[in-house]
């Protein structure tokens, strides 16, 4: 009797020290059975920090969302108007022109531009603005503000042919006209580059920050064709 009672006594010591040396292992680590860390885990479960917020500026400065400012406005509201007498001047190429050269550069001018006109129009119209009225045609001086323009725009649209100058086009023909075309489509593109460049600055509206550095790009590169096609280095 007194031998069962010692080993009985040994037996329960024995799992007394099996069950706290099991307890100081729990606590002695954050790791679960699988033997991942769970503070590991729950940190790398976290989503690295984003480098950029939603609706604020990307690294070039500009808004990622559709968020528009006066800038925007202005440049579509003025490039429009621009774009329509680069058209006009476009236009009167194919029946004055001598030189293919110069109807393929006009018809070239047109394609581009007509499309970024409907563009920008769309982009008023949804930021609940007013699409400047289409007054090109019109014998007026597009130099000088006009009653129905939202403000005046003489300041703002450098490039722009006069009435004057528009009526001289209109009245070359042949080689003479080529000269003249070339020579006032150049001002005018140089104008639309001034333009471009003053909208990729201050715009914040992604599309027309873009739009503007294509201006930029083609006006630039036929600028150069231009001077070369009126024999200028």
Known sequence: ?????????????AATAG?????????????????????AKE??????????????????????????NSADISFAKEMIQHHRQAVEMAELAEGRAASKDVKSLAAKIKGAQDPEIEKMSGWLT??????????????H??????????????SSMPGMMSAGDMDELKKASGGDFDKKFLAMMVKHH???????????????YGPATQLAADVVT???????????MLGKS
């Open 218 to 228: 083609a006006q630039t590169t036929e600028i150069e064709q231009m001077n070369k």
């Open 19 to 39: 069950a706290a040396a099991l307890v100081l292992a729990a606590c002695g680590s954050d790791k679960p059975a699988g033997g991942h860390d769970m503070g």
């Open 141 to 154: 001086d597009m130099s000088s503000p006009m009653p129905d323009m939202d403000h005046d725009m003489s």
């Open 43 to 68: 940190s790398g479960s976290r989503p690295a920090a984003s480098t950029q917020a939603d609706g604020h500026n990307s690294a070039d400065g500009h808004d990622t969302t559709d968020a528009h």
């Open 190 to 204: 140089e104008g639309a580059v001034t333009m471009g460049r003053t909208e990729k600055s201050d715009g914040r």
């Open 1 to 13: 009797m007194t031998a069962y009672r010692t080993f009985v006594r040994r037996t329960a010591v």
């Open 126 to 139: 949804a930021w609940g603005e007013k699409v400047p009225a289409d007054t090109s045609g019109m014998d």
